[in-house]
C-alpha cells in the first residue's frame, strides 16, 4: 500500500509540474522543469529540475527588450528573471511589467531616451557609458528581441494526461489491495 501511495504523490508531483509549464506556455523567458522520476527506499521519488536549453528569440522592435543569449538572468528587484520586457518609465528607469527595476553592476538603471544597450551589456546614454548589466561568461544581450519560453504545449499536455492516468491506475491498485486484505479478514473471522 505504501509503494501506491508513494506512486500516488509521483503522479501528482508529475501532474502539477506539467500543469505549471503549460501555465507557462506564453510567458517570455520561462524555461521549463522536467520532472525525474527515480526508485527509493519508500518508493517512487520524483525530483524537478529546471532545463537550461535556449528557449527561441523573438524581435520585437523595442528598444529596451532584452534577451538573453545563454546563461544567466537579469536582476529585478530583489529577484533574478530571463523576462527581458522591459521599457522606460517616465522618469527614466528600466522597469518590468511589474514596475520593477532593472538592475546593472552598480544598482537601477536610470537613461534617457536614447539610450543603448550593446550585446556585451553595456549601457549607453549618448556617448556616456552609464552601467553595465553584468552577464555570465559567454553570454551576450540581443536588444530589441524576447526570449521565448521553452515549454512545448503538446508535450506538456500529454505529461499531465500520462500524469493523470497514472495516478488513476496507482488509485485502482491501491482499491483492489485493500478490498483483497478486506476480504481476506473477514474470511479468517468466519472460519473462526
Do not use: Y
Not at 505504501?2 to 501528482?12: N, T
Not at 528600466?94 to 556585451?120: M, W
Not at 552609464?130 to 561568461?137: E, N
Not at 488513476?168 to 489491495?177: D, N, P, Y
Amino acid at each position: 500500500m505504501q509503494w501506491m501511495g508513494s506512486a500516488m504523490r509521483a503522479a501528482r508531483e508529475q501532474l502539477e509540474g506539467a500543469a505549471h509549464n503549460l501555465a507557462n506556455a506564453a510567458t517570455d523567458g520561462f524555461r521549463k522543469a522536467a520532472a525525474q522520476v527515480r526508485l527509493g527506499d519508500r518508493g517512487l521519488i520524483v525530483s524537478a529540475r529546471t532545463t537550461s536549453e535556449q528557449g527561441a528569440v523573438r524581435s520585437t522592435g523595442r528598444p529596451f527588450d532584452l534577451a538573453l543569449l545563454g546563461a544567466g538572468a537579469f536582476r529585478v528587484g530583489g529577484e533574478a528573471t530571463r523576462n527581458g520586457a522591459f521599457s522606460r518609465d517616465r522618469d527614466g528607469w528600466i522597469v518590468d511589467d511589474r514596475g520593477r527595476r532593472l538592475h546593472g553592476a552598480c544598482g537601477p538603471l536610470r537613461v534617457g531616451e536614447s539610450a543603448t544597450i550593446a550585446a556585451d551589456g553595456t549601457v549607453h546614454d549618448g556617448a556616456r557609458i552609464v552601467d553595465r548589466i553584468p552577464l555570465p561568461r559567454g553570454t551576450q544581450l540581443l536588444a530589441g528581441a524576447l526570449e521565448t519560453s521553452t515549454v512545448n504545449p503538446v508535450g506538456e499536455t500529454l505529461a499531465i494526461l500520462t500524469a493523470q492516468r497514472a495516478f488513476e491506475t496507482a488509485q485502482k491498485t491501491l482499491l483492489a489491495i485493500d478490498a483483497t486484505r478486506e476480504k481476506a479478514s473477514n474470511d479468517v473471522v468466519r472460519v473462526q
